[in-house]
């Protein structure tokens, strides 16, 4: 063997490198990903769900896979192509550390994964739809890329060997598929940047309510509009205006009363969306349809029967 041709070069070592960066990134984005999708699919009815608790994740994946994944795929065809020209490198030590440290991960993580199910299952513990669905993403997963890379340490480079494309190709489908459903389950980015605005809204309306709280009980009446709340330290609020349009919330005092209304216009149905809202006190108290709605509220009294009513345009 020429030991010229063997020799690891800067190149060999940063393809490699970024074929290791790409290739981990990648898989832990997807399992990632899936493990989002089946808590959004499947939630776990004893937890309390909070705005983006799954769509800030399930995109995080998503741009992690959109990016680290296409880099990956190219760098491996670069290093297959070189191994290909260059028979002699199928033995470079950063090839061979590469495969060896991604086989022994993946097998890790396919034993970890196998003892976790059996723990559960001879402890008697309720083996659940998500758990079963999470497991399996792990150990499909892990044991897809063990067997490839077992494979690719073993076949004859020299050869060409047309069902490694293939296994690329279907590898691609897969992820594309993964991608394309969860953009869907989180909607687009106007969607996305609707729900967020409407959450603020929620937050600004529910520090709006304890400000009025707070100033009734203080001086046995309400105040006149939603600016007396923003002088001052005593009554401060963060925000009485709109986060998109800066108009301020319509506020309506009774007279000689404790009860008033607030009102806004929301871009979006809190009713549809039961996992991925803001999980504020009294959220039950705020939610809301499409367009201008408005709240009937009672000063001093922070959990009223909701009543959510939608207001006629003006």
């Not at 832990?28 to 808590?39: M, R």
């Not at 090839?95 to 022994?104: A, D, M």
């Not at 009980?217 to 007396?228: F, I």
């Not at 006190?281 to 408005?294: A, D, L, T, Y």
Request: charged share 20%; glycine share 4%.
């Amino acid at each position: 063997m020429d030991q010229t041709k063997s020799k690891t070069t800067a190149s060999d070592f940063f393809i490699y490198l970024g074929v290791i960066i790409g290739l981990y990134v990648s898989t832990f984005s997807l399992i990632s990903l899936s493990f989002d999708l089946i808590n959004k699919w499947l939630p776990d009815v004893a937890m309390n769900y909070g705005y983006d608790m799954y769509s800030s994740g399930i995109r995080m994946a998503l741009a992690a896979l959109i990016i680290f994944f296409p880099v990956f795929i190219y760098l491996s065809r670069i290093s297959t192509k070189s191994v290909t020209l260059t028979p002699e490198k199928k033995d470079l030590w950063v090839r061979r550390w590469f495969f060896f440290l991604t086989l022994f991960l993946t097998g890790l993580a396919i034993a970890i994964d196998l003892t976790t199910l059996v723990y559960r299952f001879i402890g008697g513990e309720d083996l659940t739809m998500r758990f079963v669905l999470k497991v399996l993403v792990v150990l499909i997963v892990a044991l897809a890329i063990f067997r490839f890379y077992l494979y690719e340490l073993r076949r004859d480079v020299t050869i060409p060997t047309p069902k490694r494309k293939y296994l690329m190709y279907l590898t691609c489908i897969i992820v594309l598929a993964v991608v394309i459903t969860g953009i869907v389950a989180i909607g687009s980015p106007t969607t996305q940047r609707n729900i967020r605005l409407d959450s603020q809204r929620v937050n600004d309306l529910s520090n709006i309510q304890y400000a009025i709280t707070d100033y009734y009980r203080a001086n046995n009446n309400l105040p006149v509009d939603l600016a007396t709340l923003t002088q001052g330290t005593t009554y401060y609020v963060s925000s009485i205006k709109d986060p998109e349009t800066q108009v301020s919330y319509e506020y309506r005092a009774t007279p000689q009363s404790s009860k008033y209304e607030i009102c806004a216009v929301f871009s979006t149905d809190s009713l549809l969306d039961k996992t991925d809202r803001v999980s504020y006190p009294n959220q039950e108290n705020w939610k809301h349809g499409i367009g201008r709605i408005c709240f009937n509220r009672i000063a001093g009294d922070l959990t009223p029967a909701p009543k959510l009513m939608p207001a006629p345009v003006i």
